[in-house]
């Protein structure tokens, strides 16, 4: 029952972090933080048994690793930049979380160029020549 925990735990930390904020602001922020990496980590190990099962279906279905590699890549920048913008937000900073949106978008943008061109290929060779 992991989301209990991670309920729980935000439950338990909400409430520390509203009495620590008029008095102790960054230490505050720091517990938003601790609490966000924790429940980030649990999260990791949850994730894995989905790429697993991706990964093997993806064998199955006889797609080539690269593919598969390159949209679990795009798949985990996405989370990872959204979950750093949240965490700026959370800090006041919501100029800073906006350009790490931004870079996800490009990062994700500059791994799907191999995809987009196979594609291209792909409808191209449908065409004679």
């Known amino acids: 029952m992991d989301i209990i925990q991670i309920v729980s735990i935000s439950i338990v930390s909400s409430i520390l972090i509203l009495l620590l904020k008029e008095q102790k602001s960054s230490l505050a922020f720091m517990l938003t933080l601790f609490t966000g990496l924790i429940i980030f980590f649990v999260l990791i190990q949850q994730i894995s048994h989905v790429f697993l099962l991706i990964d093997y279906m993806a064998g199955k279905a006889d797609i080539h690793g690269v593919y598969v590699e390159t949209i679990l890549k ?56």
Do not use: M
């Not at 191999?114 to 004679?128: D, K, N, R």
């Open 74 to 129: 795009i798949i985990g920048i996405a989370y990872i930049a959204e979950f750093g913008a949240h965490l700026t937000k959370d800090a006041g900073l919501s100029s800073i979380a906006s350009k790490i949106e931004l870079a996800g978008k490009v990062f994700i943008l500059l791994l799907a160029i191999p995809i987009l061109t196979a594609v291209i290929e792909a409808i191209l060779g449908f065409f004679p020549g």
